[in-house]
């Protein structure tokens, strides 16, 4: 019996991680039985692909990067459909990237079978558009246990395989270690700070969080606050850090963010998939986010959902609070963060809401890479006639 041969298309760094996690579980559970083509990054590569063009020319963020590069990428296109159909894999995987990846596939209806990672947050925004993706892809692999059933009612076939932060490290921090490392006494607060980790919304974010963390100093002369940030934006978020009037300490290291997130008392966020780890990590948490006021206009007017946050999303209720837009203020941030830096009752009314969502989330189950390679190989299965889960 041949080989599968699987051509999977990664265009950014977090589909790279997701596809070499697929790459790794699909060798385990074939005993190696498997080929790989396609496109993808230096984590798909240490996994054995050899990507057909370097996967940043796909990594473009925004009308202004995407622009000079259009001619490129319907090259690019064209000659990703060319090679699919001259190769015949057995099944294409596209992972994200909907830009380029459902361009692609939209193209290969009566080629290949097709198999799109990453649901689009069709529920969030003008829903729709999920129509559309019924005729892009054959089979859907979603991060969020409520996807599935969203998308069964435009016609998707939808499978939720899980989030790649239940394996990303989230709850398997260290606080004795930290708090020895930095020095920090084991009755002193922590406060972890998460500005995000875009330029926009640090330059946007910082000034209010500054001053509410100062606020919070005023009352809690003893307190600690921990910024994890990311190598491009230590310089910006340090410098800042020098001003506060609190002993700040900065994090790189993914590892140290964990071991920050397990020692801390409290946590304050901007909206994004930190929020996920927080609360996998057990860290009680406040989500604050403000954008432009014009785009938070349309994002009002467009968005279908009562939450911002993943984590109040997923649960169908507020388990963090939500300060967004008019509500980011200096004073409504510190009177929540203070309230679970001296609540124990708040904090573990959130920590209940946790373990409720770490149930949703499938956490102590199969990981998401192998929940994603079971589903490849039962479509694989179904397309050739083998008996799913076997090479």
Same mark, same amino acid.
């Given at each position: 019996m041949t080989r599968p041969l699987v051509f999977l298309i990664a265009g950014e760094p977090s589909?790279?991680?997701?596809?070499?996690?697929?790459?790794?579980?699909?060798? #385990? #559970?074939?005993g190696g039985e498997i080929d790989f083509a396609g496109i993808g990054g230096p984590a798909m590569a240490e996994e054995g692909l050899v990507s057909r063009f370097p996967m940043s020319e796909l990594s473009l963020?925004?009308?202004a990067e995407i622009l000079p590069h259009i001619p490129q990428?319907? #090259?690019r296109i064209a000659e990703t459909i060319a090679g699919i159909k001259e190769l015949k894999p057995d099944l294409l995987v596209t992972i994200d990237a909907p830009a380029f990846c459902l361009r692609v596939s939209r193209q290969l209806s009566q080629i290949v079978p097709r198999v799109h990672y990453v649901a689009p947050q069709h529920w969030a925004w003008r829903p729709g558009r999920a129509h559309d993706l019924a005729r892009a892809t054959d089979h859907l692999m979603a991060l969020l246990p409520f996807e599935p059933e969203f998308f069964a009612r435009y016609g998707v076939d939808c499978a939720f395989v899980g989030h790649p932060v239940v394996e990303g490290g989230a709850g398997q921090g260290d606080a004795? #270690?930290?708090?020895?490392r930095h020095a920090i006494p084991e009755d002193s607060p922590v406060l972890?700070?998460?500005?995000?980790?875009r330029r926009g919304e640090v330059r946007r974010l910082l000034p209010v969080f500054e001053s509410a963390v100062g606020r919070l100093h005023q009352v809690m002369p003893d307190l600690r606050v921990v910024?994890?940030?990311?190598?491009?934006?230590?310089?910006?978020?340090g410098a800042a850090a020098e001003a506060w009037p609190m002993p700040t300490i900065l994090v790189e290291d993914r590892l140290d963010k964990f071991d920050a997130f397990a020692a801390s008392t409290a946590a304050?966020?901007?909206?994004g998939t930190?929020?996920?780890?927080?609360?996998?990590?057990?860290?009680?948490?406040?989500?604050?986010?403000?954008?432009?006021?014009l785009t938070g206009l349309l994002v009002k007017l467009l968005l279908n959902v009562r939450h911002v946050s993943l984590i109040n999303i997923i649960t169908g209720r507020e388990i963090v609070p939500e300060l967004i837009q008019g509500n980011c203020r200096p004073d409504r941030i510190a009177d929540e963060i203070g309230r679970l830096l001296t609540d124990p009752a708040a904090r573990a009314a959130q920590r209940a809401g946790f373990e409720e969502l770490a149930r949703r989330m499938g956490v102590g189950g199969p990981s998401p890479g192998d929940r994603a390679a079971a589903y490849v190989q039962d479509v694989l299965a179904t397309s050739s006639g083998r008996q799913p889960g076997t090479p």
């Open positions: 589909g790279d991680v997701l596809g070499a996690r697929l790459m790794a579980a699909l060798k #385990r #559970r074939t963020l925004g009308i990428l319907r #090259r004795a #270690r930290f708090r020895r972890t700070v998460l500005l995000g980790s910024l994890p940030t990311v190598p491009h934006l230590a310089p910006q978020i304050l966020a901007a909206s930190v929020a996920l780890e927080l609360a996998l990590s057990g860290t009680p948490s406040v989500i604050a986010y403000r954008v432009h006021a």
